[in-house]
DNA sequence: CTCCGACCCTTTACACATCAATGATTGAGG
DNA sequence: CCTCAATCATTGATGTGTAAAGGGTCGGAG
């Protein structure tokens, strides 16, 4: 009731972007939770997502730098090294020291991490597919756009405040 | 150009799911660190995002039990033990034992809880409203119709899921 | 050459999250 | 009454994440 489009009060914003904000955590949260459901528990060869991430960054490119992946993977330093840690330990990657500077290790696929994550990217495609299929093909197009837009609205809005 | 509405190859399909998941992810990572940068730092009264949530649902509706809270925040009832463990030590909260059914234990807000939550929400709406400024009102209104509709496809996904 | 800022990685302490196992309690049926 | 399945909360092991501090290395300014 009442006519539409009239402006739009501070408040009635805020509903607005919090009810957004509360849907993209759940959104996100629920999709994380029924991946891992398919996951880890499926016998073969089985990985967090982290892990997930860490290799599907190095089939990318092999011999990235620590800080190249803290980067790509938007995590910590910190995180990255505990991460390669337990990768090494588990025989999927090791470091390699960089020949021209001592400062940087290199981290690059082992035979069995190859093989990991080679054959967990299609069915991780497919899972995702398949978890979006309660959208049609317009509105995926449409939801990637928006959700596109609103990652590069951060990122310039990141340098900004770096700036400022 | 070209006929529209074709009938999708898998593998395309595959790809922009994939690329829509992974803007998901992204907009949620950057967004989670954002507000999490002028949240916590903030002095005065200071909250992880966890305890916000914790705190959010119980001015919503004091006394719930953990297995509630762990229904409604989307987390493990083990996650809740830990989070409300914490919330008591640092007397924002309190468990009481319900009279009733001695399995249940609730839990209530104390003044400080009270008052931490009370003047977090309003600056947690503004945040949550400017990082979402890159967005216009109508971009706004369709991405939460569009992550709604998803979330929407999860929880009657998961029932059927556990019914097979 | 020497200093010094910048960068890279690690470490520590802590918070959060899962899963799996456990003990306590309840309620329903036999 | 008694058992038994279901529910609730906690615990322990492990993984992931941050922030902050620290040490090693590099490269340029003096």
């Known amino acids: 009731m009442t006519a539409k489009a009239k402006v739009e009060e501070p408040q009635a914003l805020a509903d607005v972007s919090v009810s957004l904000w509360v849907r ?12 891992r459901r398919r996951f880890v528990p499926g016998r073969g060869g089985a990985a967090t997502l982290p892990r997930f991430d860490l290799l599907a960054n190095l089939i990318r490119e092999d011999g ?6 803290s980067r790509r993977m938007l995590v910590t330093a ?6 390669v840690d337990r990768a090494e330990r588990d025989g999927l990657v090791e470091r390699r020291a960089d020949p021209e500077d ?6 690059f696929l082992k035979k069995k991490g ?4 080679t ?3 299609p069915r991780h495609a497919a899972h995702v597919a398949d978890l979006l299929a309660g959208l ?20 310039s809005h990141d340098s900004e405040a770096a700036v400022s």
């Open 24 to 35: 993209l955590l759940e959104s996100h949260n629920l999709m994380l939770a029924e991946l």
């Open 64 to 69: 990235q730098t620590l800080a190249a992946l």
């Open 78 to 83: 910190g995180n990255v090294t505990g991460l």
């Open 102 to 107: 001592r400062r940087l290790s290199r981290v």
């Open 114 to 117: 190859r093989a990991l994550i």
């Open 119 to 121: 054959s967990l990217l």
């Open 136 to 155: 049609d093909a317009k509105e995926r197009r449409e939801l990637r756009r928006l959700l596109g837009k609103l990652r590069g609205s951060f990122t």
